[in-house]
């Protein structure tokens, strides 16, 4: 028994202790990175941390930081910062300087620092329980802050200063928005970057999530709440201030996402840790080469010239943007036909196929892409040169001219005619914004004997077309005409158009009214962009009471469009309609009720 106290110590012995690590250098550097962090309540500092665990658990020596990327919690944007200060470490200390000692002097941050992480951590699972309480957290969730000249950041300030407007609605449209923002903002809102397939516009759903935006009504409409409206007063006072002052405050507004890395040279740089090596590169590349906004039609080159590295427009740009913003001049744009893929694809291959080498045998420029509406339609599509070191040209903006096209086999006619499309697609095909559709129909008189519907009702649902619905109808025998017809079309409207000055109007604002230079036989040079066209011909878009009950209208036998939209005109609900029948007198009363409305170009 006597024996026992002088065990116990043995018994109860300590833990072996750990071996120092065998990185150092690199546990250090990342230790102060995962501090600075901290100190500035970046979130970026629980990454750091997770790294720093993975180094500690790594028993060899790492040569360099690219070799630390087959560890956990080890990407891309920490090896970089790492490889960089290594590199400066050599700089300074010579290219033999040891990398797996601390140099004299320096603190040893290994397993010693370990233990200030340990209760870091502790801290933090304790700490969720008293942030929690109110206590606990040492800072309380940071803010979210749109980088200055990303899509938020110009969204914001666009919806701002026009809030500031004396008279002016209090939202937004999304072309209008778009306009007016671009020029805040270094990437463009239509167009994604080479390999991403994110605008600048993808920021707006983390506004709206935030609660900073709110989005109403169809047309979408987009406004400020209360917390956008503060968060944009203070990006208003910042931008006046970096007006004036020096540029070292331009860190000043960062994004919630990004993350701050390391202080170099006296400025504070921001890393993205998720993101490739390019990114800088394309990114100095946008600034110095903004030829992909979309607002303004042909950038002088004293424009481009007279913009800051930074990126920054001067006020001569903005101005000149205001005044040609939604012009395509003589000779700064081509007539390109577009294919619906769905044309090109599936179904009889061999027939579509034969189509697309009619084409490229006639020398029509084409381009396949989705339609929502219709099968052929023309765009003027801007010119633009490539910019060096890139290697696609940027994205010229693309204008709709007003002839759409809707191809038709005698056997698809029969078939949409049977199932209801038929009607459907005339009346889509009316509302899409062009004034001036076409119905293009494929071997008329031979095909219709094996048919399920008679050759003469077939035949008078094209009159109708023509007639009552007011298309042009096209009739044609085979593919190769069907080609020839798309041929002829270009080459006319390639020289319809060649001394136009095209201006971008938005349907949101202006409607679909025809112009008194379409009246007078001339084109009409106010067009729709292509955008903005095939998002509003969106088959199962969400849509209004009034748009439901024209479907619903169309749906009784003999109640074509015009007559439908004669009814809107008067009662554009259900509701009103049977509020309507229901003051009627009688029953003869409610049977004239609608007698007297007229529709229809006749006003019949």
């Not at 007003?402 to 038709?408: A, C, G, P």
């Not at 077309?465 to 006319?492: H, I, N, P």
């Given at each position: 028994s006597?024996?026992?106290?002088?065990?116990?110590?043995?018994?109860?012995?300590?833990?072996?202790?750990?071996?120092?690590?065998?990185?150092?250098?690199?546990?250090?550097?990342?230790?102060?990175?995962?501090?600075?962090?901290?100190?500035?309540?970046?979130?970026?500092?629980?990454?750091?941390?997770?790294a720093?665990?993975?180094?500690?658990?790594?028993?060899?020596?790492?040569?360099?930081?690219?070799?630390?990327?087959?560890?956990?919690?080890?990407?891309?944007?920490?090896?970089?910062?790492?490889?960089?200060?290594?590199?400066?470490?050599?700089?300074?200390?010579?290219?033999?300087?040891?990398?797996?000692?601390?140099?004299?002097?320096?603190?040893?941050?290994?397993?010693?620092?370990?233990?200030?992480l340990?209760?870091?951590r502790?801290?933090?699972?304790?700490?969720?329980?008293?942030?929690?309480?109110?206590?606990?957290?040492?800072?309380?969730?940071?803010?979210?802050?749109?980088?200055?000249?990303?899509?938020?950041y110009?969204?914001?300030?666009?919806?701002?200063?026009?809030?500031?407007?004396?008279?002016?609605?209090?939202?937004?449209?999304?072309m209008?928005?778009?306009?007016?923002?671009?020029?805040?903002?270094?990437?463009?809102?239509?167009?994604?970057?080479?390999?991403?397939?994110?605008?600048?516009?993808?920021?707006?759903?983390?506004?709206?999530?935030?609660?900073?935006?709110?989005?109403?009504?169809?047309?979408?409409?987009?406004?400020?709440?209360?917390?956008?409206l503060?968060?944009?007063?203070?990006?208003?006072?910042?931008?006046q201030?970096?007006?004036?002052?020096?540029?070292?405050?331009?860190?000043?507004?960062?994004?919630?996402?990004?993350?701050?890395?390391?202080e170099?040279?006296?400025?504070?740089?921001?890393?993205?840790?998720?993101?490739?090596?390019?990114?800088?590169?394309?990114?100095?590349?946008?600034?110095?080469?903004?030829?992909?906004?979309?607002?303004?039609?042909?950038?002088?080159?004293?424009?481009?010239?007279?913009?800051?590295?930074?990126?920054?427009?001067?006020?001569?740009?903005?101005?000149?943007?205001?005044?040609?913003?939604?012009?395509?001049?003589?000779?700064?744009?081509?007539?390109?036909?577009?294919?619906?893929?769905?044309?090109?694809?599936?179904?009889?291959?061999?027939?579509?196929?034969?189509?697309?080498?009619?084409?490229?045998?006639?020398?029509?420029?084409?381009?396949?892409?989705?339609?929502?509406?219709?099968?052929?339609?023309?765009?003027?599509?801007?010119?633009?040169?490539?910019?060096?070191?890139?290697?696609?040209a940027?994205?010229?903006?693309?204008?709709?001219?007003d002839?759409?096209?809707?191809?038709?086999?005698?056997?698809?006619?029969?078939?949409?005619?049977?199932?209801?499309?038929?009607?459907?697609?005339?009346?889509?095909?009316?509302?899409?914004?062009?004034?001036?559709?076409?119905?293009?129909?494929?071997?008329?008189?031979?095909?219709?004997?094996?048919?399920?519907?008679?050759?003469?009702?077939?035949?008078?649902?094209?009159?109708?077309?023509?007639?009552?619905?007011?298309?042009?109808?096209?009739?044609?025998?085979?593919?190769?005409?069907?080609?020839?017809?798309?041929?002829?079309?270009?080459?006319?409207?390639?020289?319809?158009?060649?001394?136009?000055t095209?201006i971008?109007?938005?349907?949101?604002?202006?409607?679909?009214?025809?112009?008194?230079?379409?009246?007078?036989?001339?084109?009409?040079?106010?067009?729709?962009?292509?955008?903005?066209?095939?998002?509003?011909?969106?088959?199962?878009?969400?849509?209004?009471?009034?748009?439901?009950?024209?479907?619903?209208?169309?749906?009784?036998?003999?109640?074509?469009?015009?007559?439908?939209?004669?009814?809107?005109?008067?009662?554009?609900?259900?509701?009103?309609?049977?509020?309507?029948?229901?003051?009627?007198?009688?029953?003869?009363?409610?049977e004239?009720?609608?007698?007297?409305?007229?529709y229809?170009?006749?006003?019949?």
């Amino acid at each position: 028994s006597k024996g026992m106290p002088a065990s116990e110590p043995v018994r109860l012995g300590r833990k072996r202790g750990l071996p120092p690590c065998p990185n150092p250098l690199f546990l250090k550097w990342l230790t102060e990175l995962r501090d600075q962090a901290r100190e500035k309540g970046l979130k970026i500092q629980y990454t750091y941390q997770k790294a720093i665990s993975s180094l500690n658990k790594y028993p060899l020596p790492l040569q360099n930081a690219k070799e630390a990327k087959i560890l956990q919690n080890f990407g891309d944007g920490i090896c970089k910062i790492l490889d960089e200060k290594l590199q400066r470490y050599y700089r300074e200390n010579g290219p033999d300087a040891p990398i797996h000692a601390l140099p004299e002097g320096a603190p040893p941050p290994g397993r010693q620092d370990n233990n200030s992480l340990a209760p870091s951590r502790k801290k933090n699972a304790a700490g969720d329980q008293g942030k929690d309480k109110g206590g606990g957290g040492r800072k309380k969730k940071r803010e979210y802050m749109p980088q200055k000249r990303s899509g938020g950041y110009a969204v914001l300030l666009t919806l701002y200063r026009q809030s500031q407007i004396p008279g002016s609605k209090d939202y937004m449209f999304k072309m209008e928005l778009q306009a007016e923002a671009q020029h805040l903002c270094d990437k463009s809102f239509t167009a994604p970057d080479l390999g991403s397939k994110y605008t600048a516009w993808s920021s707006v759903s983390t506004l709206i999530q935030k609660n900073l935006v709110i989005k109403t009504h169809n047309p979408a409409r987009y406004s400020l709440t209360e917390e956008g409206l503060a968060l944009a007063e203070r990006l208003e006072s910042v931008e006046q201030g970096t007006k004036d002052g020096p540029e070292g405050d331009r860190e000043e507004v960062r994004s919630e996402g990004e993350e701050d890395a390391e202080e170099e040279e006296g400025g504070l740089r921001v890393v993205d840790l998720t993101g490739s090596d390019d990114d800088e590169e394309e990114k100095e590349e946008d600034r110095i080469h903004p030829a992909e906004r979309p607002t303004c039609v042909a950038q002088p080159r004293s424009e481009i010239d007279g913009m800051g590295f930074s990126g920054k427009p001067q006020n001569s740009q903005a101005t000149s943007r205001k005044l040609n913003g939604g012009c395509l001049l003589p000779g700064t744009y081509e007539i390109i036909l577009c294919v619906d893929f769905i044309e090109t694809t599936g179904g009889s291959n061999h027939r579509k196929q034969e189509l697309v080498k009619e084409l490229q045998r006639n020398g029509v420029t084409f381009d396949v892409r989705k339609l929502n509406v219709g099968d052929f339609l023309w765009v003027a599509r801007e010119k633009v040169a490539p910019v060096p070191g890139q290697l696609r040209a940027p994205a010229g903006r693309e204008l709709v001219l007003d002839y759409i096209i809707e191809r038709k086999r005698m056997d698809d006619l029969c078939g949409s005619i049977i199932d209801g499309r038929f009607r459907e697609q005339k009346f889509r095909l009316k509302r899409c914004g062009l004034r001036r559709p076409v119905y293009l129909v494929e071997e008329c008189g031979t095909a219709a004997s094996h048919l399920s519907l008679p050759e003469t009702t077939l035949q008078q649902a094209i009159v109708n077309t023509q007639v009552v619905d007011g298309f042009f109808v096209k009739r044609v025998q085979d593919v190769r005409e069907s080609a020839a017809y798309l041929t002829v079309m270009t080459r006319y409207l390639n020289k319809l158009y060649q001394n136009c000055t095209l201006i971008c109007r938005s349907r949101e604002l202006e409607g679909d009214g025809g112009s008194d230079e379409e009246e007078r036989g001339t084109p009409s040079c106010s067009l729709i962009s292509f955008a903005e066209f095939n998002h509003g011909a969106v088959k199962n878009k969400c849509q209004t009471v009034r748009e439901v009950f024209a479907r619903q209208l169309m749906q009784i036998s003999g109640l074509s469009g015009d007559k439908a939209a004669a009814i809107l005109e008067h009662y554009n609900t259900p509701h009103s309609l049977l509020t309507a029948y229901e003051q009627c007198a009688s029953e003869a009363q409610k049977e004239r009720l609608l007698s007297s409305i007229r529709y229809g170009k006749l006003k019949r």
